[in-house]
């Protein structure tokens, strides 16, 4: 590939950056980190054949790509402020960078996070590495990982398992009618980032996490880092509802450990549920609370008998995406 | 792969953050930009085949996918606050990991620029993408590409020419003498960013880039975006000395072509000659006076004879690196 190709792939990208940024174009991209603010910063790699399909829609993934850096700063109640593209492609191809770039660009303007620079190279496969900024109020510590306590409720947004179920589909694994499957493709192609709801909880809850990895992995690192354990009460995990054409127990499994779900799990302190019921109406957001963290460490389901089961988080190998860890 | 072994993989970069940030482990790293000052953020993508042979030694890409971040964030003058890996690996081999870590960390360390945060991935062929920050006194345009006037002298720091024919020994398009290609390999593998030398500059000087495509087509990059023309005096670009080896003609093209360097290319007031001169002293660099910009645009080179010729800044597609180039 000459060299002229890739100068011209940064047209795709290159827009108007707000004022007071350096965008696109300089060794480095310069921006203001409001007064009273502290920065946020978040990388997610991603990975032909690992992460995504070779031929996944460019558009799509242009979407995601941005989508689950977005999710990274939602996870800690950050407002998003710029991101910059690291951008590995074969070949400089219009068709591709220009959806690509569409898909990117409408979610960056539709949350308010511009394209402030970045790096593009050729690579055998495709690969991408956005780094997202945002902000927090000084001296909040965010929602970490780690301040979940004993007697906190344990919430959840939205309804789980449709992006596991549609990527069982495209792997062939199980089969579904056309129009289930296009609905529930929206959750694997276009998740989206729950911005509003992170800042709106800042104050409220104590931990946060985005399930990217499942809800049972993802909710073992906050009990690993807060020192504490959980128990679920599985029947109030909610489920998309196009999974009822699945048996139950696939549908829980799916709820329960599939990936690739951009949904926040939280803990909060059980006497803040009015205030947090009603932050979920008003961002028109479903919230449920799911169980509940307990002192003693170790993750229980409760079933509808009474029984209490031990989770096991670990073992999902099939979910390409677990391959990928926060350093 | 399995995930645990990209758990794993963290442990060669966790390591205790300054008071103030959040670092590795959580969805995002926290971290405060000092009051007063302005964020700098830069990204360099580097993939294997294309920006480094696979057999480099993994210490010396752990300091050089520093470096040539550190080094962007030298060009625009600022100061570094912490950086994100992204680190994409086909396998978690302990060795290489340990040494890559230990290439990385010993840059970080002189450099007060801590590892903050990151992601690691498993691929094909190893990908390394690192964002770097920074901090510029608020308010300060940094040394921008697009800030040199008509009138200003042209600097050079260092010596030019080492990394591109030690590179030329590699690919076995020449042959050096062990001695010298062992001299001359440093500069490929250890480049040095010029920090102190950037910061040095604000207030001194109008434009500046870090000359990683080349003399020729980064001063270009700076003509290009100041709407403005060079002369340069081609008897004074310094060459580095172990190039006596080669004929003049091969030493000087690989001075004013050859990419991989980490030398700022500056521009400033001819009155600010003697502060210039002090600054160079005062940090230990060589700084070089090699020409003058013009108001007219195009790029000339003064020769011995008094002859004024074009230079060509394109067409070096010779050197793996310039498929990269900045978002």
Redesign the interface.
């Known amino acids: 590939?000459?060299?002229g190709e890739?100068?011209l792939?940064?047209q795709y990208?290159?827009r108007p950056v707000p004022e007071g940024f350096?965008g696109?174009?300089?060794?480095?991209?310069?921006?203001?980190?409001p007064l009273g603010q502290?920065?946020?910063?978040?990388?997610?790699?991603?990975?032909q054949?690992?992460?995504f399909v070779p031929d996944v829609s460019a558009h799509s993934l242009g979407h995601k790509s941005l989508a689950v850096n977005l999710s990274?700063?939602a996870?800690?109640g950050?407002k998003p402020l710029g991101f910059?593209?690291?951008?590995?492609v074969p070949k400089a191809e219009h068709a591709w960078l220009s959806e690509y770039a569409l898909g990117l660009h409408a979610l960056a303007d539709q949350t308010g996070c511009p394209?402030?620079?970045?790096?593009?190279?050729?690579?055998?496969?495709i690969?991408i590495?956005i780094?997202?900024?945002?902000t927090?109020p000084?001296g909040h510590?965010?929602l970490?990982?780690?301040a979940a306590q004993a007697g906190d409720d344990i919430w959840i947004s939205g309804v789980l398992g449709a992006a596991d179920v549609a990527l069982q589909h495209q792997l062939g694994q199980i089969t579904l009618s056309e129009d289930v499957f296009l609905r529930l493709r929206q959750y694997l192609d276009y998740p989206t980032p729950r911005l509003a709801l992170g800042q709106g909880l800042l104050g409220l809850a104590h931990a946060a996490?985005?399930i990217s990895d499942g809800l049972l992995q993802d909710l073992s690192h906050v009990l690993n880092?807060s020192g504490c354990g959980a128990e679920l009460v599985l029947a109030d995990v909610p489920i998309h509802p196009d999974l009822a054409c699945l048996s139950f127990e696939k549908a829980q499994i799916a709820a329960l450990q599939g990936g690739d779900v951009y949904e926040l799990c939280f803990t909060a302190p059980a006497g803040l549920r009015d205030q947090i019921d009603a932050l979920g109406l008003a961002l028109s957001v479903q919230l449920t609370r799911i169980g509940q963290i307990q002192a003693q460490p170790g993750l229980f389901g409760l079933h509808g008998d009474g029984q209490l089961t031990p989770l096991a988080p670990e073992g999902f190998?099939h979910f390409a995406h677990?391959?990928?860890?926060?350093?």
């Open positions: 590939m000459k060299a890739f100068t792939i940064k990208f290159d350096l696109v174009g300089d060794d480095a991209a310069i921006l203001s980190v502290s920065l946020v910063v978040c990388k997610d790699m991603l990975v054949g690992r992460h990274d700063l996870a800690m950050a910059l593209l690291g951008l590995g394209l402030i620079g970045g790096d593009t190279v050729c690579s055998q496969d690969v590495s780094t997202a900024l945002g927090l000084q510590p965010g970490r990982r780690n996490i985005d880092a190998d677990e391959h990928k860890d926060n350093v």
